[in-house]
């Protein structure tokens, strides 16, 4: 809504709205259908105002949450689980057509896609009749993922943990290119498009507590409400 952020909170296990202005703090969620919100990790709005999230949960000494993924509506009236369980749903994103989610998967390293029948509805069309995901890419090697961003050309930018990069995957699930950061870091977390025409590459680099930012070869996709 206009003057407001809208975090998740991790710590807590909820979703907030902020007005920038006044900094007043109001809870949207904190559960669904009786099951608390574990760990909200990262959020992305549709055209229509509403938006996906990944819960992704907490570690508790050997014990972790099962994650899921959710779509709500921003005035507070609507939350539906999509998809659970879902271990350590990281990254969330939407391709330039919105009929798309994409999803990182932490631990086990895997880019999902979701094909999307309406805003919050998910179709039931994947390879298995138990997961409505397509594994997008695979990753290799001792990498995990983290956040992600899509570039104007459709691209899933994501944060790659372990090899210190970002990976961008085309929409047909081929790696188009590894960007690593100027220093190795293997805690390399997130990244976001932004600047006066959305192709300068904001990235966080949080092992090292730096945040670098570079040109990329096309422009970002613009996120609704924000670059719109």
């Known amino acids: 809504r206009p003057g407001e952020a809208l975090p998740d909170d991790y710590e807590g296990g909820s979703i907030q709205t902020v007005d920038l202005k006044s900094g ?20 992305v709005f549709d055209r229509l105002g509403g938006f996906y999230f990944t819960d992704l949960g907490k570690r508790r000494g050997r014990q972790l949450d099962r994650g899921s993924v959710f779509y709500a509506k921003v005035d507070g009236s609507m939350i539906v689980e999509l998809i659970h369980p879902f271990d350590t749903p990281n990254g ?11 999803v990182a998967e932490t631990n086990a390293a895997r880019l999902w896609a979701f094909d999307i029948a309406s805003p919050g509805v998910l179709k ?6 138990f997961w409505p995901g397509r594994l997008l ?3 290799s090697g001792y990498e995990r993922l983290d956040s992600l ?10 944060a790659t943990l372990g090899t210190g990069c970002l990976t961008a995957i085309a929409p047909t699930g081929e790696v188009r290119a590894r960007v690593p950061v100027p220093e190795f870091d293997l805690m390399v977390t997130n990244i976001c498009f932004g600047g006066p025409d959305l192709r300068t590459a904001f990235v966080t680099s949080s092992g090292l507590g730096r945040l670098y930012s570079f040109e990329w070869h096309c422009p ?8 719109t």
């Open 137 to 139: 890419h695979k990753f």
């Open 92 to 102: 969330i994103g939407l391709s330039p057509d919105e009929k798309t989610l994409y």
């Open 124 to 129: 039931k069309n994947g390879p298995h009749l």
């Open 24 to 43: 007043d703090v109001n809870t949207l969620y904190r559960e669904c259908n009786g099951e608390s919100l574990k760990g909200p990790n990262d959020i």
């Open 149 to 158: 961003a899509v570039d104007a050309e459709g691209n899933v930018v994501v």
């Open 220 to 227: 970002g996709l613009p996120l609704n409400f924000l670059n």
